[in-house]
């Protein structure tokens, strides 16, 4: 099975241009993860999808932050307009809801905001 | 809420030695526990976690850990690290008990290997 997929790996963009992060989960898992990774603050729940419906968004920084998720298998991070402080790496991951549910994590979109 | 502490930012140990990092758990009731592993550039991999019953748990990559309620501890043991061990190591503590709700983690610690 293919784990969770996220792309781009990298990007590099500069300050207030639109960044588009992606991320497909595995077949068959119900609920969607997105974390950011900074040195300073370590990994931190941004988001979270039951069935493609938000479940808590209380760790978006702010309204520059929107996340959605159309599908079982498509989930998109954007931030517009992008400031340098967004600068990361953000994981998607994804859990079938139940018992002795494992999350797996995808390998990470750095982004770099200049 | 719940919170994650790893006391330790990094830790050396020669290869062949044993090894136990530390993590401490704040949370009301009984947790679901985490430990994972993050290799540069690279995604987290779990390597074992505690729901309920024996507090050892083995996981994978010859790695256990011990549930001590007492103590709130949920600490990581290899009995001999090998060079691929090197890695950052995370433990987590399950949001509202379980990890389907997402995972709170601690700052992380740095494993270096010395040959």
């Known amino acids: 099975d293919a784990g969770v997929i996220q792309s781009p790996r990298h990007e590099v963009t500069e300050m207030g241009q639109e960044v588009t992060l992606r991320c497909k989960p595995i077949?068959?898992?119900?609920?969607l993860f997105w974390y950011r990774q900074t040195m300073m603050r370590g990994l931190e729940l941004l988001i979270y999808?039951?069935?493609?419906?938000?479940?808590?968004d209380s760790g978006m920084p702010e309204d520059r932050f929107s996340a959605k998720m159309p599908n079982a298998s498509f989930s998109t991070l954007k931030i517009q307009p992008s400031e340098p402080r967004d600068s990361a790496v953000y994981f998607c991951?994804?859990?079938?809801?139940?018992?002795?549910?494992?999350?797996?994590f995808g390998e990470g979109s750095r982004l770099t905001v200049l | 809420a719940q919170s994650v502490t790893q006391p330790d930012i990094h830790i050396t140990v020669s290869e062949g030695a044993s090894l136990e990092l530390r993590c401490n758990y704040s949370?009301?009731?009984?947790?679901?526990l985490f430990w994972y592993v993050q290799s540069p550039g690279q995604g987290l991999q779990l390597l074992l976690k505690?729901?309920?019953?024996?507090?050892l748990v083995q996981g994978i990559k010859g790695f256990e850990a011990e549930f001590k309620r007492s103590q709130s501890s949920f600490n990581l043991r290899k009995p001999s690290v090998h060079w691929s061990d090197a890695a950052e190591y995370f433990c987590?503590?399950?949001?509202?008990?379980?990890?389907?709700?997402?995972?709170?983690f601690g700052k992380g610690t740095h494993l270096i290997i010395q040959p």
């Open positions: 991951a994804s859990i079938r809801r139940g018992i002795n549910g494992e999350l797996f």
């Open positions: 077949s068959g898992h119900n609920s």
């Open positions: 999808f039951n069935n493609n419906v938000p479940i808590d």
């Open positions: 949370y009301g009731a009984t947790p679901y």
């Open positions: 505690y729901f309920s019953g024996d507090t």
């Open positions: 987590a503590v399950g949001r509202s008990g379980g990890g389907a709700d997402g995972l709170t």
